[in-house]
């Protein structure tokens, strides 16, 4: 099966600072690749996700990067603020419908103020 | 609109007892999981069902069963539990595309513990 694996597993930043993490994957079929954010003590929560025929996606202070020749993608944070303090997860999926994700092992990122 | 709810929320089990995590969702999505969240191992999937009726295996099947008798709800056992079954357990539900892979909505997880 998909193996994705996933670093730094933890960060710390200052406040304003940008945060990378950076994720890959083994299996090339693999065309769909999220990014979850998990708050302490609550569920995960999808923040952005980006497939395989695109190679970058921005929403707001969050980007995802996608290079599938190096079967690799990233998620890029700027301008980082305390309430980005969370633990992300990346995740992979060959499969259209349903979504047998596979997660890296996350990264928890602080944000010192 | 509740999205998905787990309970029980907390669980203390012996060794060898058997129980039941209930899974129940008022989106009227497809398809239902059941994950395992382990400190370093990121969330690794259990069983998975694509409607009412019909289950799958996922990477981590072995010591659990599942059962979607109903659209919205999605059971999980544990007929022996093992202490390697201390986890916390996070059921998820998702919308059916046949274009792309649909989002993922987690309940608020499961947290059991096996003596």
């Known amino acids: 099966g998909e193996n994705v694996e996933q670093h730094p597993s933890t960060l710390s930043v200052q406040e304003g600072d940008s945060a990378v993490i950076k994720c890959t994957y083994s299996d090339s079929a693999s065309n769909y690749f999220p990014w979850y954010k998990q708050e302490l003590g609550k569920r995960p929560q999808l923040i952005i996700d980006?497939?395989?025929?695109?190679g970058e996606k921005k929403d707001q202070r969050i980007a995802v990067t996608l290079n599938k020749t190096a079967k690799h993608f990233s998620l890029h944070i700027t301008e980082t603020q305390p309430e980005d303090s969370a633990v992300y997860f990346c995740?992979?999926?060959?499969?259209?419908?349903?979504?047998?994700?596979?997660f890296g092992t996350g990264t928890r990122l602080t944000v010192i103020p | 609109n509740a999205g998905v709810t787990q309970t029980p929320k907390f669980r203390v089990l012996k060794t060898g007892q058997s129980m039941t995590l209930l899974c129940a969702q008022d989106?009227?999505?497809?398809?239902m999981y059941w994950y395992r969240q382990d400190p370093g191992m990121g969330l690794r999937l259990i069983h998975y069902?694509?409607?009412?009726?019909?289950?799958a295996k996922g990477e981590v099947p072995d010591g659990y069963n599942v059962s979607r008798l109903k659209k919205q709800n999605f059971l999980l056992g544990l007929e022996s539990a093992a202490p390697s079954q201390t986890s916390v357990y996070f059921c998820a539900s998702s919308y059916y595309t046949q274009r792309h892979t649909g989002e993922l909505f987690f309940g608020e997880g499961s947290r059991l513990t096996v003596l």
């Open positions: 989106m009227n999505h497809e398809y």
């Open positions: 995740a992979a999926s060959m499969r259209t419908g349903a979504n047998n994700l596979f």
């Open positions: 980006i497939r395989s025929n695109v």
């Open positions: 069902s694509v409607g009412e009726g019909t289950t």
